[in-house]
Protein backbone atom coordinates (compact mmCIF):
# COMPACT_ATOMS: atom_id res chain seq x y z
CA UNK A 1 0.00 0.00 0.00
CA UNK A 2 1.73 3.27 -0.78
CA UNK A 3 0.26 6.79 0.56
CA UNK A 4 -0.04 9.49 -0.88
CA UNK A 5 -0.19 13.50 0.20
CA UNK A 6 -1.67 16.26 -1.48
CA UNK A 7 -1.03 19.74 -0.68
CA UNK A 8 -2.96 22.43 -0.54
CA UNK A 9 -2.31 23.78 -3.82
CA UNK A 10 -2.60 20.49 -5.31
CA UNK A 11 -6.18 20.34 -4.38
CA UNK A 12 -7.13 24.19 -4.50
CA UNK A 13 -8.69 24.27 -7.57
CA UNK A 14 -11.38 22.23 -8.99
CA UNK A 15 -8.91 21.55 -11.59
CA UNK A 16 -6.75 20.09 -9.62
CA UNK A 17 -8.72 18.15 -7.93
CA UNK A 18 -9.52 16.28 -11.58
CA UNK A 19 -6.16 15.52 -12.00
CA UNK A 20 -5.09 14.44 -8.86
CA UNK A 21 -8.12 12.00 -9.37
CA UNK A 22 -6.86 10.87 -12.75
CA UNK A 23 -3.26 10.46 -11.08
CA UNK A 24 -4.23 8.52 -7.86
CA UNK A 25 -6.42 6.02 -9.84
CA UNK A 26 -3.15 6.00 -12.71
CA UNK A 27 -1.96 2.54 -11.53
CA UNK A 28 -3.38 -0.67 -9.30
CA UNK A 29 -2.00 0.26 -6.33
CA UNK A 30 -3.80 0.69 -3.07
CA UNK A 31 -3.24 4.05 -1.55
CA UNK A 32 -4.55 6.00 1.35
CA UNK A 33 -4.92 9.28 0.24
CA UNK A 34 -3.88 12.63 2.75
CA UNK A 35 -4.92 15.98 2.12
CA UNK A 36 -4.01 19.57 3.29
CA UNK A 37 -7.25 22.17 3.13
CA UNK A 38 -7.20 23.89 -0.23
CA UNK A 39 -4.96 26.59 -0.60
CA UNK A 40 -5.76 29.67 1.63
CA UNK A 41 -8.44 28.24 3.61
CA UNK A 42 -6.07 27.52 6.55
CA UNK A 43 -4.95 31.10 6.74
CA UNK A 44 -8.67 32.48 6.32
CA UNK A 45 -9.94 30.64 8.63
CA UNK A 46 -7.60 31.10 11.39
CA UNK A 47 -8.48 35.34 10.23
CA UNK A 48 -11.64 34.16 11.41
CA UNK A 49 -10.90 32.99 14.54
CA UNK A 50 -8.91 36.29 15.21
CA UNK A 51 -12.13 38.41 14.75
CA UNK A 52 -14.07 35.77 17.40
CA UNK A 53 -11.01 36.58 19.79
CA UNK A 54 -11.60 39.79 19.41
CA UNK A 55 -15.31 40.12 19.68
CA UNK A 56 -15.58 41.52 16.54
CA UNK A 57 -18.14 39.16 15.37
CA UNK A 58 -19.64 41.05 12.04
CA UNK A 59 -16.07 41.13 10.47
CA UNK A 60 -16.07 37.19 11.47
CA UNK A 61 -19.46 36.31 10.02
CA UNK A 62 -18.15 38.83 7.24
CA UNK A 63 -15.21 36.56 6.11
CA UNK A 64 -17.55 33.51 7.15
CA UNK A 65 -19.63 34.77 4.13
CA UNK A 66 -16.63 34.94 1.73
CA UNK A 67 -15.04 31.51 2.65
CA UNK A 68 -18.37 30.17 1.75
CA UNK A 69 -19.23 31.88 -1.64
CA UNK A 70 -15.64 30.27 -2.49
CA UNK A 71 -16.59 26.93 -1.74
CA UNK A 72 -19.65 27.04 -3.23
CA UNK A 73 -18.43 28.09 -6.10
CA UNK A 74 -15.93 25.62 -6.28
CA UNK A 75 -17.99 22.91 -5.63
CA UNK A 76 -20.67 24.15 -8.97
CA UNK A 77 -17.22 23.52 -10.58
CA UNK A 78 -15.87 20.67 -9.52
CA UNK A 79 -19.28 18.22 -9.95
CA UNK A 80 -20.71 17.34 -12.98
CA UNK A 81 -23.62 15.53 -12.15
CA UNK A 82 -26.83 16.84 -10.13
CA UNK A 83 -26.37 14.47 -7.39
CA UNK A 84 -22.61 15.06 -7.28
CA UNK A 85 -23.42 19.08 -6.60
CA UNK A 86 -26.09 18.05 -4.41
CA UNK A 87 -23.76 15.86 -2.25
CA UNK A 88 -20.97 18.45 -2.35
CA UNK A 89 -23.93 21.28 -1.57
CA UNK A 90 -24.59 19.45 1.56
CA UNK A 91 -21.42 18.61 3.09
CA UNK A 92 -20.47 22.70 2.26
CA UNK A 93 -23.44 23.67 4.25
CA UNK A 94 -22.79 20.64 7.33
CA UNK A 95 -19.13 22.30 7.71
CA UNK A 96 -20.08 26.01 7.56
CA UNK A 97 -23.11 25.67 9.89
CA UNK A 98 -21.06 24.01 12.10
CA UNK A 99 -18.19 26.97 12.07
CA UNK A 100 -21.10 29.73 12.37
CA UNK A 101 -22.06 27.43 15.35
CA UNK A 102 -18.56 28.44 16.85
CA UNK A 103 -19.27 32.03 16.58
CA UNK A 104 -21.81 32.17 19.41
CA UNK A 105 -20.18 30.25 21.79
CA UNK A 106 -18.09 32.79 24.25
CA UNK A 107 -15.71 33.03 25.20
CA UNK A 108 -14.06 31.82 21.89
CA UNK A 109 -10.83 29.85 23.45
CA UNK A 110 -8.18 27.77 21.83
CA UNK A 111 -10.18 25.02 22.10
CA UNK A 112 -12.62 26.47 19.76
CA UNK A 113 -10.04 27.88 17.31
CA UNK A 114 -9.04 24.32 16.29
CA UNK A 115 -12.23 23.24 15.92
CA UNK A 116 -12.55 25.62 13.48
CA UNK A 117 -9.43 25.34 11.87
CA UNK A 118 -9.67 21.62 11.57
CA UNK A 119 -12.51 22.44 9.08
CA UNK A 120 -10.30 23.01 6.43
CA UNK A 121 -8.94 19.12 6.42
CA UNK A 122 -12.43 17.99 6.66
CA UNK A 123 -14.04 20.36 3.92
CA UNK A 124 -11.28 19.32 1.50
CA UNK A 125 -11.57 15.53 2.11
CA UNK A 126 -15.31 15.45 2.13
CA UNK A 127 -15.54 17.23 -0.50
CA UNK A 128 -12.99 15.21 -2.60
CA UNK A 129 -13.91 11.63 -1.70
CA UNK A 130 -17.60 12.68 -2.83
CA UNK A 131 -16.17 13.66 -5.92
CA UNK A 132 -14.31 10.21 -6.36
CA UNK A 133 -17.72 8.86 -5.72
CA UNK A 134 -19.65 10.59 -8.54
CA UNK A 135 -17.00 9.46 -10.91
CA UNK A 136 -17.85 5.80 -9.64
CA UNK A 137 -13.94 5.39 -7.84
CA UNK A 138 -14.06 2.60 -4.95
CA UNK A 139 -13.18 4.88 -2.25
CA UNK A 140 -14.10 5.48 1.30
CA UNK A 141 -12.89 8.26 3.67
CA UNK A 142 -11.55 7.36 6.90
CA UNK A 143 -11.47 9.62 9.85
CA UNK A 144 -8.00 11.01 11.33
CA UNK A 145 -9.73 11.91 14.38
CA UNK A 146 -10.76 8.31 14.98
CA UNK A 147 -6.51 7.00 14.89
CA UNK A 148 -4.07 10.13 14.78
CA UNK A 149 -3.78 11.38 18.86
CA UNK A 150 -0.86 13.33 20.24
CA UNK A 151 0.32 13.03 24.05
CA UNK A 152 0.70 15.61 26.56
CA UNK A 153 4.32 16.45 24.78
CA UNK A 154 2.24 17.29 21.54
CA UNK A 155 3.96 14.60 20.40
CA UNK A 156 2.15 12.33 18.07
CA UNK A 157 1.36 8.71 19.23
CA UNK A 158 2.23 6.56 16.24
CA UNK A 159 1.70 3.06 18.50
CA UNK A 160 -1.79 3.86 18.40
CA UNK A 161 -2.36 5.41 15.43
CA UNK A 162 -1.10 1.93 14.39
CA UNK A 163 -3.46 -0.25 16.35
CA UNK A 164 -6.06 2.24 15.34
CA UNK A 165 -5.59 1.60 11.66
CA UNK A 166 -4.88 -2.48 12.13
CA UNK A 167 -8.32 -2.57 13.09
CA UNK A 168 -10.07 0.04 10.86
CA UNK A 169 -8.51 -0.45 7.16
CA UNK A 170 -9.56 -4.07 7.29
CA UNK A 171 -13.25 -3.28 6.82
CA UNK A 172 -12.40 -1.57 3.62
CA UNK A 173 -10.48 -4.04 1.84
CA UNK A 174 -12.74 -3.81 -1.19
CA UNK A 175 -11.76 -0.53 -1.59
CA UNK A 176 -8.86 1.44 -3.84
CA UNK A 177 -8.80 4.66 -2.22
CA UNK A 178 -8.85 5.44 1.01
CA UNK A 179 -8.88 9.67 1.45
CA UNK A 180 -7.89 11.10 5.38
CA UNK A 181 -7.31 14.46 6.28
CA UNK A 182 -3.63 15.77 6.82
CA UNK A 183 -3.08 17.67 9.97
CA UNK A 184 -5.78 17.07 11.98
CA UNK A 185 -5.57 14.79 15.81
CA UNK A 186 -7.06 14.75 19.03
CA UNK A 187 -4.91 15.71 22.15
CA UNK A 188 -5.45 13.79 25.31
CA UNK A 189 -8.36 15.05 26.32
CA UNK A 190 -10.05 13.68 23.66
CA UNK A 191 -10.40 17.69 21.93
CA UNK A 192 -9.80 18.39 18.22
CA UNK A 193 -6.14 19.14 17.98
CA UNK A 194 -3.38 19.55 15.26
CA UNK A 195 0.04 19.14 14.22
CA UNK A 196 0.98 22.47 13.56
CA UNK A 197 1.26 24.43 10.29
CA UNK A 198 2.04 22.51 7.29
CA UNK A 199 1.49 19.24 9.24
CA UNK A 200 -0.16 17.43 6.77
CA UNK A 201 3.57 15.98 5.06
CA UNK A 202 3.80 14.56 8.79
CA UNK A 203 0.62 12.72 8.88
CA UNK A 204 1.45 11.11 5.82
CA UNK A 205 4.34 9.56 7.02
CA UNK A 206 2.97 9.05 10.62
CA UNK A 207 0.47 6.92 8.55
CA UNK A 208 3.02 5.30 6.41
CA UNK A 209 5.73 4.45 9.04
CA UNK A 210 2.33 2.89 11.06
CA UNK A 211 1.24 0.76 7.89
CA UNK A 212 4.41 0.11 7.36
CA UNK A 213 3.57 1.41 3.43
CA UNK A 214 5.51 0.24 0.33
CA UNK A 215 6.12 4.33 -0.60
CA UNK A 216 5.02 7.37 0.89
CA UNK A 217 4.84 9.85 -1.54
CA UNK A 218 4.58 13.94 -1.05
CA UNK A 219 2.77 15.81 -3.88
CA UNK A 220 3.74 19.44 -3.87
CA UNK A 221 3.76 21.85 -6.88
CA UNK A 222 7.70 21.97 -7.57
CA UNK A 223 9.68 18.93 -8.68
CA UNK A 224 11.28 18.00 -6.07
CA UNK A 225 14.08 18.64 -3.36
CA UNK A 226 16.33 21.53 -5.07
CA UNK A 227 20.04 21.37 -4.44
CA UNK A 228 20.14 24.98 -3.37
CA UNK A 229 17.43 27.83 -2.74
CA UNK A 230 15.71 28.60 -6.10
CA UNK A 231 14.91 31.96 -4.60
CA UNK A 232 18.68 33.28 -4.19
CA UNK A 233 20.43 31.12 -6.54
CA UNK A 234 20.12 30.82 -10.62
CA UNK A 235 20.57 27.15 -12.08
CA UNK A 236 19.28 25.05 -9.06
CA UNK A 237 18.10 21.77 -9.55
CA UNK A 238 15.93 19.17 -8.22
CA UNK A 239 18.21 16.24 -6.09
CA UNK A 240 17.20 12.65 -7.52
CA UNK A 241 18.14 10.83 -3.81
CA UNK A 242 18.53 11.95 -0.78
CA UNK A 243 19.05 9.83 2.88
CA UNK A 244 17.07 10.34 5.46
CA UNK A 245 19.51 12.05 7.11
CA UNK A 246 20.66 14.46 4.87
CA UNK A 247 16.83 15.36 3.74
CA UNK A 248 16.08 15.47 7.65
CA UNK A 249 18.96 18.13 7.64
CA UNK A 250 17.64 20.14 4.87
CA UNK A 251 14.34 20.16 6.14
CA UNK A 252 15.33 21.48 8.96
CA UNK A 253 18.14 23.83 7.94
CA UNK A 254 15.11 25.87 5.34
CA UNK A 255 14.50 23.47 2.34
CA UNK A 256 10.70 24.46 2.67
CA UNK A 257 9.24 21.91 0.91
CA UNK A 258 8.80 19.52 3.82
CA UNK A 259 7.79 19.69 7.49
CA UNK A 260 11.39 18.54 9.57
CA UNK A 261 9.29 16.26 10.87
CA UNK A 262 8.22 14.38 8.21
CA UNK A 263 11.29 12.31 8.19
CA UNK A 264 11.18 10.81 11.12
CA UNK A 265 8.53 8.27 11.38
CA UNK A 266 9.44 7.25 7.31
CA UNK A 267 12.95 6.90 8.67
CA UNK A 268 11.73 4.73 11.72
CA UNK A 269 10.13 1.94 9.51
CA UNK A 270 12.74 2.11 6.33
CA UNK A 271 9.53 3.50 4.01
CA UNK A 272 11.06 5.79 1.28
CA UNK A 273 9.62 9.29 0.36
CA UNK A 274 9.27 10.36 -2.87
CA UNK A 275 8.46 14.00 -3.28
CA UNK A 276 6.67 14.63 -6.60
CA UNK A 277 5.20 17.65 -8.91
CA UNK A 278 1.57 17.39 -9.45
CA UNK A 279 2.18 19.91 -12.48
CA UNK A 280 4.52 17.47 -13.71
CA UNK A 281 3.93 13.53 -12.51
CA UNK A 282 6.34 12.60 -15.00
CA UNK A 283 9.75 14.07 -13.63
CA UNK A 284 11.06 12.16 -11.25
CA UNK A 285 11.21 14.26 -8.19
CA UNK A 286 13.52 13.27 -5.25
CA UNK A 287 13.59 9.81 -3.29
CA UNK A 288 14.43 9.91 0.14
CA UNK A 289 15.53 6.40 1.35
CA UNK A 290 17.98 4.32 3.70
CA UNK A 291 20.68 4.60 0.69
CA UNK A 292 21.40 7.07 -2.22
CA UNK A 293 24.50 7.07 -4.78
CA UNK A 294 27.83 7.80 -3.69
CA UNK A 295 27.77 11.33 -4.95
CA UNK A 296 29.54 13.85 -2.61
CA UNK A 297 27.88 16.76 -2.57
CA UNK A 298 23.94 16.76 -2.30
CA UNK A 299 22.29 19.77 -1.49
CA UNK A 300 22.86 23.28 0.44
CA UNK A 301 19.90 25.51 2.52
CA UNK A 302 20.28 27.91 4.84
CA UNK A 303 18.47 29.24 8.00
CA UNK A 304 18.00 32.73 8.66
CA UNK A 305 16.92 34.71 12.36
CA UNK A 306 20.12 32.79 13.54
CA UNK A 307 21.97 34.23 17.16
CA UNK A 308 25.33 32.82 18.05
CA UNK A 309 26.01 32.68 22.17
CA UNK A 310 29.96 32.97 23.03
CA UNK A 311 30.66 31.09 26.43
CA UNK A 312 33.81 30.99 28.28
CA UNK A 313 34.66 28.96 31.17
CA UNK A 314 35.99 30.97 34.26
CA UNK A 315 37.11 27.25 35.63
CA UNK A 316 39.64 26.67 33.19
CA UNK A 317 41.48 23.76 31.43
CA UNK A 318 40.36 19.92 31.92
CA UNK A 319 37.05 21.02 34.19
CA UNK A 320 34.49 18.20 33.45
CA UNK A 321 30.96 18.68 33.65
CA UNK A 322 30.69 22.31 32.06
CA UNK A 323 28.70 21.05 28.85
CA UNK A 324 26.64 19.91 31.09
CA UNK A 325 26.21 22.84 33.23
CA UNK A 326 25.57 24.91 30.10
CA UNK A 327 23.19 22.40 28.50
CA UNK A 328 21.02 22.27 31.66
CA UNK A 329 20.32 25.73 31.36
CA UNK A 330 19.15 25.31 27.71
CA UNK A 331 16.86 22.62 29.04
CA UNK A 332 15.68 24.49 31.65
CA UNK A 333 14.13 26.92 29.34
CA UNK A 334 13.52 24.80 26.60
CA UNK A 335 15.62 26.44 23.81
CA UNK A 336 17.24 23.60 21.28
CA UNK A 337 20.92 24.93 20.17
CA UNK A 338 21.16 23.81 16.68
CA UNK A 339 25.38 24.37 16.17
CA UNK A 340 27.87 23.95 18.37
CA UNK A 341 31.55 24.72 18.67
CA UNK A 342 34.15 24.26 21.37
CA UNK A 343 37.67 25.03 22.17
CA UNK A 344 39.27 23.45 25.94
CA UNK A 345 37.96 26.53 27.69
CA UNK A 346 34.68 27.94 25.92
CA UNK A 347 31.57 27.07 23.80
CA UNK A 348 29.82 28.91 21.24
CA UNK A 349 26.25 27.82 20.39
CA UNK A 350 23.68 29.23 18.18
CA UNK A 351 19.67 29.34 19.02
CA UNK A 352 17.31 30.40 16.81
CA UNK A 353 14.55 31.26 19.60
CA UNK A 354 15.55 34.00 21.71
CA UNK A 355 12.63 34.17 23.45
CA UNK A 356 14.27 33.05 27.00
CA UNK A 357 17.47 34.34 25.95
CA UNK A 358 17.66 37.20 29.06
CA UNK A 359 17.11 34.44 31.62
CA UNK A 360 19.63 31.70 29.95
CA UNK A 361 22.52 34.43 30.04
CA UNK A 362 21.64 35.70 33.64
CA UNK A 363 21.82 32.00 34.67
CA UNK A 364 25.54 30.90 32.52
CA UNK A 365 26.82 34.31 33.92
CA UNK A 366 27.32 33.10 37.45
CA UNK A 367 29.79 29.90 35.90
CA UNK A 368 30.86 31.95 32.68
CA UNK A 369 32.07 34.79 30.96
CA UNK A 370 29.80 35.96 28.22
CA UNK A 371 30.33 37.91 25.32
CA UNK A 372 27.93 40.29 23.38
CA UNK A 373 25.79 37.76 21.52
CA UNK A 374 25.96 38.14 17.62
CA UNK A 375 22.65 38.43 15.78
CA UNK A 376 21.04 38.22 12.72
CA UNK A 377 23.27 35.29 11.39
CA UNK A 378 22.23 32.51 8.94
CA UNK A 379 23.28 28.95 9.11
CA UNK A 380 24.96 27.41 5.87
CA UNK A 381 24.01 23.83 5.57
CA UNK A 382 26.03 21.23 3.30
CA UNK A 383 24.60 17.88 2.82
CA UNK A 384 26.24 14.99 0.94
CA UNK A 385 27.84 11.80 1.84
CA UNK A 386 31.09 13.12 3.46
CA UNK A 387 31.89 9.85 5.18
CA UNK A 388 35.35 9.92 7.31
CA UNK A 389 37.17 8.24 4.25
CA UNK A 390 36.31 11.11 1.57
CA UNK A 391 39.10 13.25 1.20
CA UNK A 392 38.48 16.78 -0.15
CA UNK A 393 35.25 17.84 1.20
CA UNK A 394 36.29 20.23 3.25
CA UNK A 395 38.69 22.18 1.05
CA UNK A 396 36.13 21.87 -1.50
CA UNK A 397 33.90 23.98 0.70
CA UNK A 398 36.44 26.29 2.11
CA UNK A 399 37.96 27.42 -1.32
CA UNK A 400 34.50 28.25 -1.95
CA UNK A 401 33.94 29.90 0.59
CA UNK A 402 37.49 32.17 0.44
CA UNK A 403 36.20 35.48 0.09
CA UNK A 404 33.13 35.38 2.77
CA UNK A 405 34.32 35.60 6.41
CA UNK A 406 33.04 32.68 8.83
CA UNK A 407 31.82 32.70 12.14
CA UNK A 408 31.53 29.17 13.21
CA UNK A 409 32.06 26.03 11.51
CA UNK A 410 30.53 22.17 12.39
CA UNK A 411 31.80 19.16 11.12
CA UNK A 412 31.37 15.60 11.92
CA UNK A 413 28.65 15.70 13.63
CA UNK A 414 27.18 13.74 11.13
CA UNK A 415 28.63 11.89 7.99
CA UNK A 416 26.50 14.15 6.13
CA UNK A 417 26.26 17.53 7.29
CA UNK A 418 28.76 20.33 7.29
CA UNK A 419 27.30 23.59 8.53
CA UNK A 420 28.81 27.02 8.71
CA UNK A 421 27.55 30.11 10.41
CA UNK A 422 27.66 33.08 8.51
CA UNK A 423 26.06 36.90 8.99
CA UNK A 424 23.32 37.19 7.07
CA UNK A 425 24.55 39.63 5.09
CA UNK A 426 26.70 37.32 3.13
CA UNK A 427 24.00 34.73 2.49
CA UNK A 428 22.99 34.88 -1.12
CA UNK A 429 26.68 35.41 -1.36
CA UNK A 430 27.42 32.12 0.07
CA UNK A 431 24.66 30.22 -1.71
CA UNK A 432 26.34 31.64 -4.55
CA UNK A 433 29.85 30.72 -3.95
CA UNK A 434 28.64 27.02 -2.83
CA UNK A 435 26.59 26.26 -5.91
CA UNK A 436 29.39 27.65 -8.05
CA UNK A 437 32.02 25.87 -6.15
CA UNK A 438 30.11 22.66 -5.90
CA UNK A 439 27.86 22.14 -8.49
CA UNK A 440 29.17 23.55 -11.81
CA UNK A 441 29.96 20.95 -14.05
N1 LIG B 1 -3.66 23.02 6.22
C1 LIG B 1 -2.57 23.04 7.15
C2 LIG B 1 -1.74 24.29 6.94
O1 LIG B 1 -2.03 25.09 6.05
C3 LIG B 1 -1.74 21.82 7.08
C4 LIG B 1 -1.01 21.60 5.78
O2 LIG B 1 -1.37 22.15 4.77
O3 LIG B 1 -0.05 20.83 5.79
O4 LIG B 1 -0.81 24.52 7.65
MG1 LIG C 1 2.95 22.00 3.06
Redo the contacts with the bound molecule.
Sequence with gaps: MHVWKF??TSVGKPERMHSIRNLITGDDTRKIVVL??LSG???ALLAIGESLKANNDDEANRQIDTLKAHYDSFISDLYKTAEGKAAGQQIVDNEFSFIRSLTRIKPFTLKQEKEL?AE??LLSTQIFQAYLAEEGVPSTLLPALEFMRIDADNEPEIQYTEQRLAEMLPQHDDKQIIVTQ??ICRNPRGEVD??????????ASLIGGAIRAEEIQIWTDIDGMHNNDPRIVKNTFPVRELTFDEAAELAYFGAKIL?PSTITPARMFGVPVRLKNTMDPAAPGTLIADRTSDQVFKAVAAKDGITALYIHSTRMLNAYGFLRRIFEIFEKYKTPVDMLATSEVSVSVTIDNTERIQEISEELSTFCNLEEPDYDQTIICIVGNFSADNEGVAVRVFNAMKNIPIRMISYGGTESNLSLLVHSRYKAHALNALNDGLFSL
Design positions: GGSASTNVGEGFNLKRGGSDYTH
